[in-house]
């Protein structure tokens, strides 16, 4: 129940495609959900999160959509840049003063120029 | 700002030996976790702080681990005796109370461990 399973492991997408990242979580009380984004030899920094209450949220080319009934939720690169090859790594919380985040395995994204 | 300060940022040493990785938060952040990062295992939660107070240690693999927060701007964590299995990256990460909206925690540059 604790576990947030992520999808897929590596992917590789051309300049300017869309790069799609999926997590799915058992637990129903998690209520936060970020994605952290991780380029080698750094620490992961914090990308974009959502809250259950909208299915949807978007800052630039990054978009979280997100299925409440479902229990999944993604990420979408639009115009993927070689600048965006990194690692990404979806997370959830139950939020609140506890906040420990359980991570996703990561997915190592490469975008060819 | 100056972040999340780890030290040393690689550490080689032999099975059976002691290591100590350390962390500074950002200054005003009341809540403090350690992470481990490996290939096989990807971003595993060892321990974390609130208010230097330790919350919740179910991730520390063994006694041979242990940590400490002995006030707001420091932390300590400790492997002895080391093993080849423990060679990974370990990162400290900070945060603020609890914001609602957002909850960002702020990851230090890490410390890769690697015991022979």
């Known amino acids: 129940q604790q576990q947030v399973k992520q999808s897929p492991q590596s992917l590789i997408v051309q300049k300017g495609g869309i790069s799609i990242i999926n997590c799915a979580y058992e637990?129903?009380?998690?209520?936060?959900f970020p994605w952290y984004q991780q380029f080698p030899g750094k620490g992961p920094a914090l990308l974009i999160a959502?809250?259950?209450?909208?299915s949807e949220k978007k800052e630039g080319r990054f978009t979280i959509s997100f299925n409440k009934s479902a229990k999944q939720f993604s990420l979408h690169i639009m115009d993927s840049q070689p600048g965006d090859s990194a690692t990404y790594f979806c997370a959830a919380s139950y939020g609140g003063s506890q906040g420990n985040l359980i991570f996703g395995k990561g997915t190592k994204l490469s975008v060819k120029p | 700002d100056a972040g999340v300060i780890q030290s040393p940022r690689h550490e080689v040493t032999e099975m059976g030996q002691e290591v100590t990785l350390r962390c500074k938060p950002i200054?005003?952040?009341?809540?403090l976790f350690w992470y481990r990062q490996t290939m096989m295992r990807g971003l595993e939660l060892l321990i974390y702080f609130n208010n230097n107070v330790p919350i919740d240690d179910s991730g520390m693999p063994e006694d041979r681990f242990s940590a400490k927060m002995p006030n707001a701007s420091f932390s300590t964590l400790k492997i002895q005796p080391s093993e080849p299995r423990d060679s990974a990256v370990y990162f400290c990460?900070?945060?603020?109370?609890?914001?609602?909206?957002?909850?960002?925690?702020?990851f230090g540059p890490g410390t890769r461990l690697t015991v022979l």
């Open positions: 200054s005003g952040h009341n809540s």
């Open positions: 959502i809250r259950p209450d909208v």
């Open positions: 637990n129903t009380a998690f209520d936060y």
């Open positions: 990460a900070s945060k603020l109370p609890w914001q609602g909206a957002t909850d960002t925690q702020y």
